[in-house]
């Protein structure tokens, strides 16, 4: 969400923002996503008794991010600090709500905004680097390509 937001506002006339670092996010959300994103329930309870189990179940659902060359250090750089302990239990450090929208979007609203997101990009004229996961079925390498032409 946030490199979709850093994008709108990299668009808007007068913007501070000079350089920008995109990470596995575009105009276009793969419909192959948002399949993925719903099979793991965003949004419904995550609550582990132990560490681990919570870390591997984050990892499991992050899979598409890509690999790494020493894998149990890493995803606990990358997924360690999303976990909290509370009440005895490993949850999720992000609210739980974050899945309403996801629930109201059909595919005309999805075609609509990325519509809207495209007249954005277009609108972004400052040096970018686009990251995009190994194995990511969020942002293809097509979207990327298209989104080297239009901001090279």
Not at 120 to 147: F, W, Y
Request: proline residues 7%; glycine residues 8%.
């Amino acid at each position: 969400m946030g490199g979709l937001i850093g994008m709108v506002y990299a668009a808007m006339p007068n913007s501070p923002i000079r350089r920008m670092l995109i990470n596995d996010a575009g105009p276009k959300i793969e419909p192959e996503a948002l399949k993925r994103l719903g099979s793991y329930d965003v949004g419904q309870p995550f609550a582990f008794a132990d560490r681990a189990d919570a870390l591997k179940r984050l990892n499991e659902i992050c899979a598409t991010f890509g690999e790494y060359t020493t894998p149990e250090e890493a995803w606990e750089v990358y997924n360690g600090p999303m976990l909290v302990q509370k009440d005895g239990q490993w949850i999720m450090h992000y609210d739980p709500n974050i899945s309403v929208p996801f629930a109201s979007v059909n595919s005309i609203m999805a075609k609509a905004g990325e519509m809207a997101m495209w007249h954005a990009c277009k609108q972004i004229h400052i040096p970018m680097i686009i990251g995009r996961g190994g194995n990511s079925d969020l942002l293809s390498a097509a979207t990327v390509a298209e989104m080297s032409k239009v901001n090279p």
